[in-house]
């Protein structure tokens, strides 16, 4: 950490920077008092006297953070945001704050303070201007850090000063750029940003002026332009999973009651549930939920099961919600690998995570050691570690009719469901490098039915599996031209986390 330090960036408006070489706050001084703009470092009476100020009349936002709240304690007046900042600080919000969730346009990694600040006023906005002293402000949208962001915009005999917070930075790179994954799977926080960077890049701005990294006062459309670039080729790369390839959908047949036979002993049952059984009586339910059970009580008849076992390839409520209903219910054996099973056994431990589902009451009844084969009935079932989606996810392989079939879970789809990804997002602990080792795995495995979740049972492919590794590099690249490099590892930081 290094020492703050505070320099004179225009003495003809007043303008002034503190920056520890990583962030900066900056304010504006006239007639002994100041303004401060977007506070990630604290001005502190002692900083304000050294810039000729004795107190803060007001403070401006380029966004709601927890960090800026905090540096804005004490004297500084009131806080002004945008008004899509309201519903972000409202007490309700906050409240429900406290449980992870991802839900669009509010990044998992928006981080409001624990209470409501005072002295709010939701008024910069792109209908109005601000004005303080002899200045005068206007504003534009630049959504990416939730909905929510903003750049001001201060015009000064000749000058255009841009303060556009933490979404452009030197180098054309994006401070943090987790932010932008609004939702697990899409690139709707990425275009949302772009948004705002091409009505940016159009402005003739001469200094621009971030939260974080070196102010850029050469060619500072050149450098938004250059940010543009990346966020669009970041969001390229989350939306081209596997361009141009097609696999054939696996066939199969009406079995009744919402299930579909795929092979003779093998349904599924709808979503991302499917039912397989034993060679004598058992049967082993995958990702099925409580919605299902008439299914499921109908092809346990079909196929002559009175044993039961269930299964989920990961921790998402939408794949385990079942487990403690079938336990119950129906008698189940409840089978999970050991990494699944610390999140269902207990996922308030684990509440930086997304879709966590309903606790089981009592721990599974047996752990699948992975890689080792576990006798069920006459199969061999064998548990793989299969990051892609979360790194907490499995994929569970059996030859079972002749054919070798891999449940996959919600790592890879048909191109035609989802874009053929279930998605790569920091929140759920996905990375290229996971979705890339899984694929390779698969590629070894070899499996002939690919018995996805989500209703995509397709045929394997191996020039899929070959474009998801080649899509694994784009996107690791990609990442690495667009976030800052004084956020540390930046995305991977968080990835690792």
Same mark, same amino acid.
């Given at each position: 950490m290094h020492a703050s330090q505070i320099e004179v960036l225009s003495k003809r408006c007043g303008l002034w920077r503190i920056s520890d070489r990583r962030a900066n706050s900056y304010a504006l001084v006239e007639g002994g008092s100041a303004l401060i703009i977007d506070p990630v470092l604290r001005w502190s009476p002692k900083a304000l006297q050294t810039v000729g100020a004795s107190q803060a009349d007001a403070v401006l936002l380029t966004r709601p953070s927890k960090c800026r709240f905090k540096n804005c304690m004490g004297s500084h007046g009131a806080l002004h945001l945008s008004a899509a900042a309201a519903p972000l600080l409202s007490e309700e919000f906050l409240a429900l704050r406290h449980r992870h969730s991802l839900r669009s346009p509010v990044s998992p990694f928006y981080d409001p303070p624990a209470r409501r600040?005072? =002295? $709010? @006023?939701?008024? $910069? /906005?792109?209908?109005? /201007?601000? @004005?303080? !002293? #002899? $200045? !005068?402000? #206007?504003? $534009? #949208?630049?959504?990416? =850090?939730t909905e929510a962001a903003i750049a001001i915009l201060l015009e000064f005999e000749g000058r255009l000063f841009c303060f556009c917070g933490d979404s452009v930075s030197e180098g054309g790179t994006f401070w943090e750029p987790h932010h932008l994954e609004w939702d697990h799977w899409t690139s709707v926080g990425a275009r949302a940003a772009l948004r705002g960077l091409d009505r940016l890049s159009n402005l003739p701005i001469t200094d621009l002026l971030p939260a974080h990294g070196e102010p850029v006062r050469k060619f500072p459309r050149a450098t938004i332009r250059k940010t543009r670039r990346n966020v669009a080729a970041w969001a390229e790369a989350k939306e081209q999973f596997v361009p141009g390839i097609q696999v054939d959908s696996w066939p199969g047949e009406d079995a009744g009651h919402d299930a579909r036979r795929l092979l003779p002993r093998l349904y599924h049952l709808g979503a991302s549930a499917y039912f397989l059984a034993g060679d004598s009586g058992s049967g082993l339910l995958i990702d099925a939920v409580p919605s299902q059970t008439e299914t499921v009580r109908h092809v346990m008849r079909l196929s002559k099961v009175e044993r039961l076992a269930a299964t989920a390839t990961h921790y998402h409520s939408d794949h385990v919600d079942g487990l403690e209903h079938w336990r119950k219910s129906l008698g189940a054996t409840i089978v999970l690998s050991r990494s699944v099973a610390a999140i269902v056994c207990q996922p308030g431990r684990w509440g930086h995570l997304p879709f966590l589902g309903e606790p089981l009451s009592e721990p599974p009844d047996m752990i699948a050691r992975l890689e080792k084969p576990l006798a069920f009935d006459g199969l061999d079932l064998t548990w793989h570690d299969l990051p892609g989606q979360t790194r907490y996810h499995n994929g569970i392989s059996v030859r079972l009719d002749g054919v070798r079939v891999l449940f996959s879970g919600d790592n890879f789809f048909a191109p035609l469901r989802y874009n053929g990804t279930g998605g790569c997002c920091i929140a759920n602990g996905s990375s290229p490098e996971g979705y890339a080792d899984s694929a390779r795995k698969v590629m070894a495995l070899k499996p002939e039915l690919i018995a996805a979740g989500h209703s995509a049972a397709f045929r394997y492919s191996p020039k899929y599996f070959q474009e998801v590794l080649k899509w694994a590099g784009k996107y690791r690249r990609t990442l690495e031209r667009l976030h800052h490099p004084g956020d540390g590892a930046g995305y991977f930081a968080a990835q690792a986390g």
């Amino acid at each position: 950490m290094h020492a703050s330090q505070i320099e004179v960036l225009s003495k003809r408006c007043g303008l002034w920077r503190i920056s520890d070489r990583r962030a900066n706050s900056y304010a504006l001084v006239e007639g002994g008092s100041a303004l401060i703009i977007d506070p990630v470092l604290r001005w502190s009476p002692k900083a304000l006297q050294t810039v000729g100020a004795s107190q803060a009349d007001a403070v401006l936002l380029t966004r709601p953070s927890k960090c800026r709240f905090k540096n804005c304690m004490g004297s500084h007046g009131a806080l002004h945001l945008s008004a899509a900042a309201a519903p972000l600080l409202s007490e309700e919000f906050l409240a429900l704050r406290h449980r992870h969730s991802l839900r669009s346009p509010v990044s998992p990694f928006y981080d409001p303070p624990a209470r409501r600040p005072q =002295h $709010l @006023v939701f008024d $910069l /906005n792109e209908s109005g /201007n601000f @004005v303080w !002293r #002899s $200045l !005068r402000f #206007s504003f $534009l #949208s630049m959504p990416g =850090h939730t909905e929510a962001a903003i750049a001001i915009l201060l015009e000064f005999e000749g000058r255009l000063f841009c303060f556009c917070g933490d979404s452009v930075s030197e180098g054309g790179t994006f401070w943090e750029p987790h932010h932008l994954e609004w939702d697990h799977w899409t690139s709707v926080g990425a275009r949302a940003a772009l948004r705002g960077l091409d009505r940016l890049s159009n402005l003739p701005i001469t200094d621009l002026l971030p939260a974080h990294g070196e102010p850029v006062r050469k060619f500072p459309r050149a450098t938004i332009r250059k940010t543009r670039r990346n966020v669009a080729a970041w969001a390229e790369a989350k939306e081209q999973f596997v361009p141009g390839i097609q696999v054939d959908s696996w066939p199969g047949e009406d079995a009744g009651h919402d299930a579909r036979r795929l092979l003779p002993r093998l349904y599924h049952l709808g979503a991302s549930a499917y039912f397989l059984a034993g060679d004598s009586g058992s049967g082993l339910l995958i990702d099925a939920v409580p919605s299902q059970t008439e299914t499921v009580r109908h092809v346990m008849r079909l196929s002559k099961v009175e044993r039961l076992a269930a299964t989920a390839t990961h921790y998402h409520s939408d794949h385990v919600d079942g487990l403690e209903h079938w336990r119950k219910s129906l008698g189940a054996t409840i089978v999970l690998s050991r990494s699944v099973a610390a999140i269902v056994c207990q996922p308030g431990r684990w509440g930086h995570l997304p879709f966590l589902g309903e606790p089981l009451s009592e721990p599974p009844d047996m752990i699948a050691r992975l890689e080792k084969p576990l006798a069920f009935d006459g199969l061999d079932l064998t548990w793989h570690d299969l990051p892609g989606q979360t790194r907490y996810h499995n994929g569970i392989s059996v030859r079972l009719d002749g054919v070798r079939v891999l449940f996959s879970g919600d790592n890879f789809f048909a191109p035609l469901r989802y874009n053929g990804t279930g998605g790569c997002c920091i929140a759920n602990g996905s990375s290229p490098e996971g979705y890339a080792d899984s694929a390779r795995k698969v590629m070894a495995l070899k499996p002939e039915l690919i018995a996805a979740g989500h209703s995509a049972a397709f045929r394997y492919s191996p020039k899929y599996f070959q474009e998801v590794l080649k899509w694994a590099g784009k996107y690791r690249r990609t990442l690495e031209r667009l976030h800052h490099p004084g956020d540390g590892a930046g995305y991977f930081a968080a990835q690792a986390g």
